[in-house]
């Protein structure tokens, strides 16, 4: 959220200029949840590698089988899919609400 907070913050003249000319709320909104599911949905799958990398290296150390459920690791996705879902809602909506000359006016 902070990270997206961050980003709003930063792009403030992009958004008032997309706002400017005519964008409406919801498609600065859909921007920046896009983004943010983008982001969180990169974290899950790059968190998944990493943890089946360290399982299948510490189940051959520990020699006990290793074993991959799909199930359990498209949950782990989806879940990090909706963090950024949720997370990234709130900054966007400040986004999409911001009034295209004040935002202009940001430096």
Not at 86 to 96: D, E, K, L, S, V
Request: aromatic content about 8%.
């Amino acid at each position: 959220m902070n990270i997206m907070l961050v980003s709003v913050t930063e792009r403030t003249r992009e958004i008032g200029i997309r706002l400017a000319i005519g964008a409406l709320e919801r498609e600065v909104l859909l921007q920046f949840l896009v983004e943010a599911v983008a982001l969180s949905s990169l974290g899950g799958i790059v968190g998944i590698a990493l943890a089946t990398l360290a399982s299948v290296g510490l189940a051959k150390i520990m020699q006990v089988p290793w074993l991959f459920d799909p199930g359990i690791n498209l949950l782990s996705f989806l879940f990090s899919a909706a963090i950024g879902v949720i997370f990234g809602y709130f900054p966007a909506r400040r986004a999409a609400r911001l009034d295209p000359i004040e935002a202009l006016r940001h430096e």
